[in-house]
């Protein structure tokens, strides 16, 4: 039996989002042996416990009360909530926040030859999908009804076999719907990942221990967005400088050594710098331009 006075994590074990949210959980500092066939996990730093599942199960162990906290994609997350609701369920949790991985979007994909003109072409179709729920809300919308072809992978070959008219599945470089023969139509929701806990109270306990998490969660994806950018610029053109770097508000200026007319700049910058930004700052006069990773931030 697990101890209940660890905190209960739940992570996909096998598919899109494990690795980034094994990672994220390793940035946050928590020490955990993953071995690919042990389903629990046990930190060794902290009280928390990992178990690895089904993506499609993690809002449900989270609503359920079985796990604290799940890392799951919006997507799955939602068409469940719907789920329950059509099943006159009232489904309770708490959004903590949405994460910086596992971007992708559910679509409508029709053969290629499909002659489109809008929703209200699909009424009566047979949609394959795995989403049923998010689909219905989003033809709801205009009216439109249809039948389900349920499939729970490989959504992508219905068409072809026969199974049904259009899919509705997962896109996100579109080379899957591209190997299949389809198209895009229609896009009905855009997801991420992010981090859900159970309603209810937690103890004193596992409730810091999940505000530190996501204090660190939140230093993490802070520092993955930002840049430490160093250069240095001639003293007359600073200002022009400045101007062209992603908020520079505030830079530490620095003297040089052995150059009276040069400085170097030092900042944290919120984007990435582009080439062309840099081949500016070049023709400004800047030199030395370096562009480095945060690891960790904290404010
Ligand atoms: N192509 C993609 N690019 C980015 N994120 C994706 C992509 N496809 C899916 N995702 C996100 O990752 C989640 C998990 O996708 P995956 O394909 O690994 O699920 P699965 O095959 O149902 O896995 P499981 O075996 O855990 O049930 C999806 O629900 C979605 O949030
Ligand atoms: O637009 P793309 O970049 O091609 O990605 C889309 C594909 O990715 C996901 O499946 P995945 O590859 O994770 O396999 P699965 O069917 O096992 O879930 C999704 O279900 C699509 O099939
Ligand atoms: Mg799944």
Not at 49 to 58: A, F, K, T, W
């Given at each position: 039996?697990?101890d209940?006075?660890?905190?209960?994590?739940?992570?996909?074990?096998?598919?899109?989002?494990?690795?980034?949210?094994?990672?994220?959980?390793?940035?946050?500092?928590?020490?955990?042996?993953?071995?690919?066939?042990?389903?629990?996990?046990f930190?060794?730093?902290?009280?928390?416990?990992?178990?690895?599942?089904?993506?499609?199960?993690?809002?449900?162990?989270?609503?359920?009360?079985?796990?604290?906290?799940?890392?799951?994609?919006?997507?799955?997350?939602?068409?469940?909530?719907?789920?329950?609701?059509?099943?006159?369920?009232?489904?309770?949790?708490?959004?903590?926040?949405?994460?910086?991985?596992?971007?992708?979007?559910?679509?409508?994909?029709?053969?290629?030859?499909?002659?489109?003109?809008?929703?209200?072409?699909?009424?009566?179709?047979?949609?394959?999908?795995?989403?049923?729920?998010?689909?219905?809300?989003?033809?709801?919308?205009?009216?439109?009804?249809?039948?389900?072809?349920?499939?729970?992978?490989?959504?992508?070959?219905?068409?072809?076999?026969?199974?049904?008219?259009?899919?509705?599945?997962?896109?996100?470089s579109?080379?899957?719907?591209?190997?299949?023969?389809?198209?895009?139509?229609?896009?009905?929701?855009?997801?991420?990942?992010?981090?859900i806990?159970?309603?209810?109270?937690?103890?004193?306990?596992?409730?810091?221990?999940?505000?530190?998490?996501?204090?660190?969660?939140?230093?993490?994806?802070?520092?993955?967005e930002?840049?430490?950018?160093?250069?240095?610029?001639?003293?007359?053109?600073?200002?022009?400088?400045?101007?062209?770097?992603?908020?520079?508000?505030?830079?530490?200026?620095l003297?040089?050594?052995?150059?009276?007319?040069?400085?170097?700049?030092?900042?944290?910058?919120?984007?990435?710098?582009?080439?062309?930004?840099?081949?500016?700052?070049?023709?400004?006069?800047?030199?030395?331009?370096?562009?480095?990773?945060?690891?960790?931030?904290?404010?």
């Amino acid at each position: 039996m697990l101890d209940n006075s660890r905190l209960r994590i739940a992570m996909q074990k096998s598919g899109r989002l494990s690795d980034e949210s094994k990672k994220l959980l390793a940035q946050c500092g928590i020490k955990i042996n993953l071995q690919e066939q042990r389903l629990i996990a046990f930190a060794e730093n902290m009280p928390i416990d990992i178990l690895r599942v089904r993506d499609d199960d993690i809002p449900g162990l989270v609503i359920d009360g079985v796990v604290d906290i799940g890392i799951v994609g919006e997507n799955v997350l939602e068409e469940e909530v719907l789920d329950r609701k059509a099943e006159g369920q009232n489904p309770q949790f708490k959004q903590l926040r949405r994460l910086d991985f596992g971007a992708c979007r559910l679509s409508i994909a029709a053969p290629r030859d499909f002659d489109y003109q809008g929703p209200k072409c699909l009424q009566d179709l047979r949609v394959a999908t795995t989403y049923p729920h998010l689909l219905k809300r989003y033809l709801a919308e205009y009216n439109v009804t249809f039948n389900t072809c349920l499939l729970n992978g490989s959504v992508e070959v219905a068409p072809r076999a026969g199974l049904a008219d259009v899919i509705c599945d997962l896109v996100s470089s579109g080379a899957t719907l591209e190997a299949n023969g389809l198209k895009e139509i229609e896009v009905i929701y855009q997801s991420k990942a992010c981090l859900i806990q159970r309603s209810g109270e937690l103890s004193s306990d596992k409730q810091a221990l999940v505000d530190k998490l996501l204090t660190r969660i939140q230093g993490v994806i802070q520092a993955r967005e930002s840049k430490y950018i160093m250069l240095h610029a001639p003293t007359d053109a600073l200002e022009k400088i400045v101007a062209l770097l992603p908020g520079a508000e505030d830079p530490t200026i620095l003297p040089l050594a052995n150059e009276k007319n040069r400085v170097a700049l030092h900042m944290v910058s919120t984007e990435s710098l582009f080439w062309e930004t840099m081949e500016k700052l070049k023709a400004l006069g800047a030199s030395s331009i370096l562009v480095l990773p945060i690891e960790k931030m904290m404010e």
